[in-house]
């Protein structure tokens, strides 16, 4: 057995409360432990923004990526009619082609991201078939990650999601106490049994004090926990307390580029 996997053992028998890793400085260095198993080659990662976001809201993010995973990006709108606005290429030469998912009705609450789940099934479904994938991995920020969340629990038989890395995730909507569980993570909870159990999560969150990103919940965020843990393959949690930790820096804060770098591309 590899000494990271050891490690890994170790942390698992030691961590309390679903936390497995916690990166609290140092902007590029991830540790070995929360090192991805292989994934399948030419699967896509596609990128989910939040509420009131668009196909241009990891550009940032994208910016500080390496150059050769993001030299070309598909940016996919889906309308209200279920229709897909394109712009961009798919990369088919590189080994995770990059898409970002974004909607027309980009709204906030509950009933918004219960509509744009189904809109990004219509629209996996679709890109799978043009493209011709099977598997992908999803980066979620805020309620996109509740979007690949809820996905991943109704897949079907569209494209698999192998990989999940969700960015100030509200779980547990704006509650600051676990015992006070909102209808979303209700709604998450009970179709918690068909995730698959091969996926792999990575829940980040950040924390600028110690309740929360200055939007999100701490609480909320570890409430993933209740969907995933004893659910999937591996469920990881990971706290960002440097600078430029607040939620709405977290798709461009360095140590959250490292990791999707890490985790989502090799």
């Not at 140092?26 to 923004?49: C, L, R, Y």
């Not at 209740?226 to 706290?239: G, P």
Request: hydrophobic share 40%; charged share 15%; glycine share 10%.
């Amino acid at each position: 057995m590899k000494k990271w996997q050891w490690l890994l053992i170790c942390i698992l028998c030691f961590g309390i409360g679903g936390v497995i890793g916690h990166v609290a400085t140092g902007p590029t260095t991830v540790p070995s432990i929360i090192q991805p198993t292989s994934a399948t080659a030419n699967q896509p990662v596609i990128f989910v923004p939040g509420s009131n976001g668009t196909v241009e809201g990891f550009n940032g993010t994208f910016a500080k990526l390496n150059r050769q995973v993001t030299r070309h990006v598909l940016k996919v709108t889906v309308l209200k009619n279920g229709h897909l606005k394109t712009s961009g290429r798919f990369d088919q030469k590189t080994q995770h082609p990059v898409i970002v998912v974004a909607f027309e009705n980009n709204a906030d609450g509950d009933e918004n991201v219960f509509k744009q789940s189904e809109w990004f099934k219509l629209a996996a479904g679709k890109l799978a078939k043009q493209y011709h994938f099977t598997h992908f991995g999803g980066v979620g920020y805020s309620n996109g990650g509740l979007v690949l969340t809820r996905y991943a629990e109704r897949s079907g038989s569209g494209p698999k999601i192998t990989r999940l890395l969700t960015l100030g995730t509200p779980y547990n909507g704006m509650s600051e106490h676990i015992t006070q569980e909102t209808p979303m993570l209700a709604d998450l909870k009970s179709r918690r049994q068909h995730l698959s159990k091969d996926l792999v999560v990575y829940s980040v969150g950040g924390t600028i004090n110690d309740k929360n990103d200055g939007i999100v919940p701490a609480a909320s965020v570890a409430a993933g926990r209740l969907i995933f843990q004893k659910q999937v393959a591996d469920y990881m949690t990971i706290s960002v307390s440097q600078h430029h930790a607040a939620h709405t820096e977290l798709p461009d804060n360095p140590t959250v580029i490292s990791l999707i770098q890490q985790l989502m591309f090799k």
